[in-house]
C-alpha cells in the first residue's frame, strides 16, 4: 500500500514517458549486479508446486511474465527474474532500429487504470539489442515486429531478418502481428499476409525455439479462425491474447486522456481479452498453449484468464498501477484461490470456466 499511497501519487505527477525512462535506468543497474539482483529476488520472488510449471520444455516458476513493451532494448534483462517474473518479454524488437512516434506519446487513465499507448515500436533494432540479450541469465522472450518502412509485402523477410539475429540467444520468440499504437498499421493477422511469415519463420527455425504468436483485441471470428487454423498448420507453440486495444467506442473511458491517439492498455482490455482466451482455447484441440494478457491487477484477474483457457499469463500496466510488489502478491493470491478450488496444480483450472465467455 506504500506504493499506492505515497509513490505513486507522486510519480502520476511527472510525464509518465520520463518516469519509464528514469525506472529503466535504475534497474539496469540492478541488471549488471548479482548482489542487488540477489536482495530483490530475496524480497519479491514467490513459487510454489502449484504453481511451477514446464511447457514448450521450459521451466516457469510460476504463471507470472512481463509483457513487451516495457523493456523495449532488454536494458534490464536481468532484473525481472529477481522482480518475481518467471520470463520476460523484450521490445517489440525491429530489423532496423526506430525513433517511433514524436512526444507524447504515452499517457496515463488513472480513472480507468489503464494506459494510451503510442510508442509506435521505437527500439535500438535487432543488432544492438542482441548484445543484451546475450547477457540474459533467465527466461527470455524476443517479441519482433515489422519494420515500418518495410512493406507488407516484405513484411515475413523483415521478421525473418530479425529471427535470425536474435533466436539463438532467447528462449522464445515471438511474432508481434498486431501493433495498435503505430499509426496507419491495421497489422498482419489476415491469413494472406500471415501465413508467408509463418512459413518463412517455421522453415529456418532449426533449433525448434517456441514459436508465439501476439494477436490484438480487435478482431472478427473469421479472423480469430484463420489465426487459430495457422497456427495448428504451422505448429505455432503458443498464442498471446491479446495486445492493446485500438478500437475505443466500447470500452467506456472516463479519464480526460481517453482520446489520445494510441492503443489502450490496462484494465479496459480485460474482459474482451477473456473472451479470446475462452475462444482460442475452445478450438485449440491441445495444438497450441494460450498466454493471457490485459487487465490483470491482481491474483483474481490472473486467476479469471487462467479459468478462460491461458496456461501462462503477463502484464505491464498492473505493476505500473500496483509498484513492485505486484507479481509477488499476485501468486500469493493465486495459490490461494487455487487452494480454495482444491486443486493442485493450477494446470487442472486451465479453461474450466471458458463456456461462460461468448465473442
Known amino acids: 500500500m506504500f506504493y499506492q499511497k505515497i509513490i505513486r501519487p507522486i510519480l502520476f505527477l511527472i510525464d509518465p514517458e520520463k518516469v519509464h525512462d528514469f525506472t529503466l535506468w535504475g534497474l539496469s543497474f540492478f541488471s549488471r549486479s548479482k548482489l542487488l539482483n540477489k536482495l530483490l529476488k530475496s524480497k519479491l520472488n514467490y ?3 502449484r504453481l511451477r510449471q514446464k511447457l514448450f520444455g521450459l521451466y516457469f516458476k510460476n504463471p507470472i511474465g512481463l509483457a513487451a513493451g516495457l523493456d523495449k532494448n532488454g536494458q534490464a534483462i536481468n532484473t525481472w527474474s529477481a522482480m518475481g517474473f518467471a520470463w520476460a518479454q523484450i521490445g517489440s524488437i525491429t530489423h532496423q532500429a526506430q525513433d517511433g512516434n514524436p512526444k507524447p506519446r504515452l499517457w ?9 499507448v503510442y510508442y509506435g515500436l521505437c527500439n535500438q533494432g535487432a543488432k544492438k539489442i542482441v548484445e543484451q540479450l546475450k547477457k540474459k541469465n533467465s527466461l527470455i522472450s524476443a517479441s519482433i515486429a515489422k519494420t515500418n518502412n518495410v512493406s507488407m509485402d516484405k513484411a515475413a523477410d523483415d521478421y525473418q531478418a530479425s529471427f535470425e539475429i536474435l533466436a539463438e540467444h532467447v528462449d522464445i520468440v515471438t511474432i508481434n502481428l498486431s501493433c495498435p499504437n503505430v499509426d496507419g498499421f491495421t497489422g498482419l493477422q489476415s491469413k494472406e499476409l500471415l501465413e508467408p511469415i509463418l512459413d518463412k519463420i517455421q522453415s529456418i527455425n532449426t ?6 504468436l501476439k494477436i490484438g483485441q480487435d478482431l472478427s471470428k473469421e479472423q480469430l479462425d484463420d489465426i487459430i487454423y495457422l497456427s495448428k498448420k504451422y505448429k505455432v507453440d503458443a498464442i498471446i491474447a491479446s495486445n492493446l486495444a485500438k478500437d475505443k467506442t ?5 479519464s480526460s486522456n481517453k482520446n489520445k491517439l494510441g492503443g489502450i492498455s490496462g484494465k479496459p482490455t480485460r474482459d474482451k481479452s477473456n473472451k479470446i482466451i475462452a475462444y482460442l482455447y475452445k478450438y485449440s484441440e491441445g495444438k497450441y498453449k494460450i498466454i493471457g494478457t490485459g487487465g490483470i491487477f491482481s491474483g483474481h ?7 478462460a483457457g491461458a496456461n501462462l499469463v503477463q502484464l505491464i500496466t498492473g505493476l505500473i498501477y500496483n509498484g ?7 501468486n500469493k493470491q493465486l495459490e490461494n484461490l487455487i487452494q480454495h478450488d482444491n486443486f493442485k496444480h493450477i494446470s ?9 465467455y461468448t465473442l
Open 47 to 49: 513459487t510454489s508446486p
Open 108 to 116: 496515463r487513465l488513472p480513472k480507468d487504470k489503464g494506459l494510451v
Open 207 to 212: 533449433k525448434h525455439r517456441p514459436i508465439w
Open 250 to 254: 466500447k470500452l467506456n473511458l472516463k
Open 301 to 307: 484477474d490472473a486467476y479469471k484468464k487462467i479459468k
Open 324 to 330: 513492485p510488489t505486484a507479481v509477488n502478491i499476485i
Open 348 to 356: 487442472e483450472a486451465v479453461g474450466i470456466e471458458s463456456d461462460q
